[in-house]
């Protein structure tokens, strides 16, 4: 049984010698290999004479004749077992389902709220993107979230609710007359909207005046 470097040495050598005719000098045999030195190489070659793979004609330069290649090893079959194959892991059918969530049009900063109201159609979403509540979904106009993955033209599946926890982004509306979509941070009585892009402000406002229409639960985009 041949040694990983003396069988990689052998291929090296067979496939330069049915590329061009003659075999490869020692430094391209050291550099093929790896190793820092042709006495390697020598070592190796002089192995791989001993066990009868390759005959060395002495006196000419790069005169290697390859006599025989190691048998390809096929490992044994898997012994039989009494225990069942593993079952690959499938997608629950909740998974692989699709829903059908509402599409109430666009968000942007001074949108009027009837944009998030006004059922217009209804769009199909993956099953596993939902959960127990309800949902729909916005197309983005603006590049204030483009930091954050959401882009213009984007679509915002959202998940109704009045409460969100920093950090999250929430469709947000202000003074009951216009909507957008930002990432929300509590700063005592007051609530930020930030945006995800250095080009915007964040907008501080006192919490009175923002209500959250829902968090952010997945986006669809097309190409």
């Known amino acids: 049984m041949l040694t990983k470097k003396q069988h990689e040495l052998l291929l090296f050598i067979d496939g330069h010698l049915r590329r061009t005719g003659f075999s490869p000098s020692f430094d391209e045999m050291k550099d093929a290999l790896g190793l820092r030195s042709k006495s390697g190489i020598h070592r190796l070659i002089s192995a791989l004479e001993e066990r009868g793979f390759l005959h060395r004609r002495h006196h000419r330069a790069r005169a290697l004749e390859i006599l025989r290649l190691p048998d390809i090893e096929v490992p044994p079959p898997p012994a039989p077992s009494d225990s069942p194959a593993p079952v690959p892991d499938l997608p629950s059918p909740e998974m692989m389902a699709v829903v059908e969530v509402p599409f109430v049009g666009r968000i942007a900063a001074g949108n009027p709220i009837e944009a998030i109201t006004a059922e217009t159609a209804r769009i199909v979403v993956p099953g596993d993107m939902l959960g127990k509540a309800s949902h729909y979904a916005l197309e983005v106009t603006g590049d204030s979230m483009q930091e954050a993955g959401i882009l213009d033209g984007d679509m915002v599946i959202i998940r109704e609710g009045a409460h969100a926890a920093d950090g999250q982004i929430v469709v947000a509306l202000i ?44 986006l669809i985009r097309r190409y």
């Open 175 to 218: 003074d009951g007359e216009e909507v957008t979509l930002k990432r929300l941070r509590h700063e005592g009585g007051e609530i930020a909207l930030v945006p995800a892009n250095s080009h915007y402000e964040t907008r501080v406002l006192p919490a009175g005046r923002v209500s959250v229409q829902g968090t952010l639960a997945g």
